[in-house]
Every structure is written in structure tokens, then in C-alpha cells.
């Protein structure tokens, strides 16, 4: 099933992704229905979805610029727009910035079903084609070469800001192409591993510091605090400072 979350800051269109649509039938797994562009990519950082559905105007961050983020940290994940208005200047501006499709909420319930069909179909292509191109070029010694060299530039910059356009530059290869690669050869996705190397870092930081929890949260790259705990939380089941305390009593 492909990974699905969605924003709108409108009630009913929330309530029509989550009643309305045959996501099952898609081949499609709703994760996560959210109000606002911030929620959202929280989210994406979790959860890491393959379709990202977002309307064009919401608080705090826009559509818009949801899909500048996906088109810098997550490119393969696909984007569908949703508004109320019809102005070209904001579908012409989401196509730049990576969103595949744009649809008007007054045709939402007909309308969205289609391009998930048509988004699915690119992600199989997708997925049909992981290390294909790389392959034919360059044979597969230099695949395993290159997967290497992401781990170790992973392994020495993950407490940074990491994105995939820093480690194309560095490598001198395609974005896409090493999102693929990565996930092929490690079975996971490369921010999956970047997260769970900055969780696993924090937690050697609470046990052996007795730095404050926005302290640890820096040092291990994270730049909101709530943000870190959040995550924290969603990997470990407990807080940052239940974590502590609760192995602080067990030695």
C-alpha cells in the first residue's frame, strides 16, 4: 500500500479525503490528515509517504511552500494540489517546484481518485527502475562504491542539516537516483536512517549528560525541541525525560 497524508485547513475537505475517497481500492493507505502546511511536514518527516495531498493556502506553511520541501528532501515522493481557485499562476508555480498534479476542492471527490491513479502509476515506474539507470552506466561495483560513500558522508554529517541536494553536489550524482539507491541497498530510507541515527545519539546524550532536552536536541540536529520530542516519542513510546529518568533508575 502507498504511504498517504494530506493538510487542508478546511474541515469538510478533511472530512471528504477521509470518508469520501476508495483509498483501498487505490492501493493507498491514509496515514495522516492534518489543518496546517507545519503539521504536514512534521509529518513527512515521520512518516516519509509516498503521495503528499496539501492545499495551496493554508497557516503557517503554504502549499507551496510544501511542495519546495518536498522537491528538496523528498523528490520522489509525489504531490497533488489542491484549491478553490482556478489561477494558473499557482498551478504553473506548484508544477515548477514538483507537484504532479492540481486539482479545484469543488471536484475533489471526482477528480482526486483519477490522479491518484495516475500518481501510483509513476511510483511503480519508480520503483521498476531503482538502480536501473545507474546500473547500465556504471556496473554495479561502482553502485555499491557510491552507496558507501553516502554512508559515510551520512555517518559524519548526520547531526547537520542534511539534504539530498548536499550529498548530490558532494557525490556528483542525481538526487533521485541516490534516494533509490540508498533505500535498494539498505532496506531503508535514507531520512529514516539520518532520524534514527540522531535518535540514537540523543538517547547516549540523556543517559550520559545531564544537558537539558533542547540542548540534546541541538547537538543532535534538530532545531525545534517540541519537534525532537515529538519524534522522540513516536520512536521510543516515551518522552525524553521519561526516557531518562526511567534508565536513570534502572542503574
Known sequence: MWKVIAADDESYVRDALQQLIPWEELGCEVQKIVCDGQE?????????????????????????????????????????????????????????????????????????????EKVVKTLEKQKAEILDDYIADAGEGDSKDLYQCMVQYVELNYRKTITLADIAQYLHANQSYLSRLYKSCSGVNLFDDILKRRIDKSKECLLASNWKVHEVADYVGFEDAGYFSRVFKKQTGMSPKEFRNARGSKS
Do not use: W
Open 40 to 116: 504536514l511536514v512534521d509529518e513527512m518527516n515521520i512518516a516519509h509517504p509516498d503521495i503528499i495531498i496539501t492545499d495551496i493556502r493554508m497557516p503557517q506553511i503554504d502549499g507551496l511552500e510544501v511542495c519546495k520541501y518536498v522537491n528538496q528532501y523528498c523528490p520522489e515522493a509525489q504531490v497533488i494540489i489542491l484549491s478553490a481557485y482556478s489561477d494558473f499562476s499557482y498551478a504553473r508555480t506548484a508544477i515548477r517546484y514538483g507537484a504532479c498534479e492540481y486539482i479545484l476542492t469543488i471536484d475533489l471527490v471526482e477528480e482526486l481518485p483519477r490522479a491518484i
